[in-house]
């Protein structure tokens, strides 16, 4: 099973972000989202489509439907730019999407 | 809070083997599923293994090709990767992760440890 995401998104600071992540039927799976800045280990933003962690800022948030899930940062602020990972599991193993790179100019 | 520290990482030699052990706290160990997860230098995250709480269900990405074995000890809240056959593509930092209740997601990540394989 294979996970599609852009290279990189820019953004500009307070603007919306728009990470999607691309598969077959993806909407009938549970899309978790990964944050890591560079240098340091990923950390859970997002899990079961939509769901935030306790401790994750209210401007992420994720949808998913039909074979694109969507991680939204809203008001993008310069400590929000890192790599963003989505990750599913599908028959007995964890899928991971390439990576995004979200810039902030 | 929960804390996963990671060790046993180094320079090996194409051909060798090497364990990785990860020291869990903070949390009822026995009651999580924990994954070992690896990113090479400037790539991207590759899932390697799960185990279950009890130990009783493993799972592996089939890129390993039977070389790595997970196991636990719920005793010393230890995790452990054994990686045989090591080559030039197994260099990455290998992290450890945890999954409560077997949601398939990873709510809690180590430092990492670094492996180099080189010759």
């Known amino acids: 099973y294979d996970l599609t995401q852009p290279p990189s998104v820019p953004v500009s600071p307070g603007q919306t972000a728009s990470i999607t992540c691309s598969g077959e039927?993806?909407?009938?799976?549970?899309v978790s989202w990964y944050q890591q800045k560079s240098g340091q280990s990923p950390v859970l933003v997002i899990f079961?489509?939509?769901v935030r962690p306790s401790g994750v800022s209210e401007r992420f948030s994720g949808s998913n439907s039909g074979n694109t899930a969507t991680l939204t940062i809203s008001g993008t602020q310069t400590m929000d730019e890192a790599d963003y990972y989505c990750?599913?599991?599908?028959?007995?193993?964890?899928?991971f999407g390439g990576g995004t790179k979200l810039t902030v100019l | 809070q929960v804390q996963l520290v990671e060790s046993g990482g180094g320079l090996v030699k194409p051909g060798e083997s090497l364990r990785l052990s990860c020291a869990a706290s903070?949390?009822?160990?026995?009651?999580?599923?924990m994954s070992w997860i690896r990113q090479a230098p400037g790539k991207g995250l590759e899932w390697l293994s799960y185990?279950?709480?009890?130990?009783?269900?493993?799972y592996y990405a089939d890129s390993l090709e039977g070389r790595f074995t997970i196991s636990r000890d719920n005793s010393n809240n230890s995790l452990y990767l054994h990686m045989s056959s090591l080559s030039v593509d197994d260099t990455a930092i290998y992290y450890c992760?945890?999954?409560?209740?077997?949601?398939?997601?990873?709510?809690?990540w180590g430092q990492g440890t670094l492996v180099t394989v080189s010759s």
């Open positions: 992760a945890t999954d409560y209740g077997a949601s398939y997601f990873f709510d809690n």
């Open positions: 903070g949390l009822t160990f026995s009651d999580y599923y």
């Open positions: 185990i279950s709480g009890s130990g009783s269900t493993i």
């Open positions: 039927n993806l909407g009938n799976k549970d």
């Open positions: 079961q489509d939509n």
């Open positions: 990750q599913v599991w599908d028959t007995s193993a964890v899928v």
